[in-house]
């Protein structure tokens, strides 16, 4: 089975801390194939949206519901990166635990 | 002559000016060549300068048939992990047809491959794993710690007729070096001495080697006389430098950003205790990296890792002058 996968952030972007520059500020279909036909292409065909449209469309959701879910799930990661950004920095010999289970 | 350039532009201009000087040298790898304006590219075209598909196996495969026929080609990697996924073309092809074939086929290939990225980058893209390969037959193991010796050690790799893997250090790559002008070749084996000293031997590998200098300083300033070595290359290990000088000083402390158990470090300690006990006044003490995956969190990294600090307290162990605990 092949499954064709667009990657619509460019590469390494996605982990770069605050502050770090970004490694492509435009995604390589821009930056370096110049393909920005493709790039939009693909943008509109992400999945996430298409499928939300889909189930909104056949009644399975109504619209409100499918924002308040949309809403739900941004407030849980930004208060993810919240609590990761607020916690205290571990302890160094945390460094040598879950070696082994 | 010599000017200063950075590490990573020094082994870039060993490549290219062996790429000008014999035309069965090929580049290729996942990210290179990608427009035409690469300057490889443009320098010596797609015959010879190729971007790959994301497959280590292919890559790595087809620069070992590349070397069949008579080429030599350097193999982009990037991330040393990267060889992971293709152990069998460079543990168990590469560097054993010399062998098995009694001599008669050659396989001169460089995997260019960049490792010990310990600023954050986490599990995957920050080991130190030249010990897994400096134990295979056959295989050479390039450590360089200079921008000078990158460039050295990167020509003699490419004109070596065996399979090398040339480790490049991620926090070297752009610090600034002289380096010569022109052809110049660091052979492999030869290790360096960065410091001559008389109480105690550090031996030292790639990112490791200016901070036993700094080390080093740091114990002048209480009158030890600190050596510091550099291997340069893991395999073929230059034993009798290292040898020699504990002979002359009589104290080993070696220091490698691998796990312990895993690393060249303990090799090194191995060979000096099996060839050179008789010089030892004291216990060899390994300044390494704990076995375990390179973490996230900054502190947690640190913990982990070698530093200058650790290196002052080894030298102050092997030489019976720790501090005493208030």
Redesign the interface.
Known sequence: MESLVYRLSAHGNIIA?PGVPLHFPEHEAIE??GAPEEYEAAKRGDPVPRFRAKLVTDGTLSAEEADELAAAAREEMQAAVEFGIDSP????????RY?YA | MARELPYIAAIGEAISEEMARDDKVLYFGQNIATTENDPFLQAFGADRVRVTPISETAEIGMAVGAAFAGYRPVVELYMAEFMLVAMDQVVNEAPRFHYMTGGQVKVPIVLKAGYGFTAGWSGQHTGSIYGMFMGVPGLKVAVPATAADAKGLMTASIRDDNPVVFFHHYLLTLEHGEVPEGEYVVPLGEAAVRREGTDVTIVAIGWLVDKALAAAEQLAEDGVSAEVIDPRTLAPLDTATILSSVDKTGRLVVVDQSTRHGSAAAVIAAEVASEGFGSLKAPIALVTALDATIPYSQPMEEYLLPDEGKIVAAVQQVLGTSPVPA
Do not use: Q
């Open positions: 801390p370096v194939f920095f571990p302890a160094g010999d945390e460094a040598t070696v």
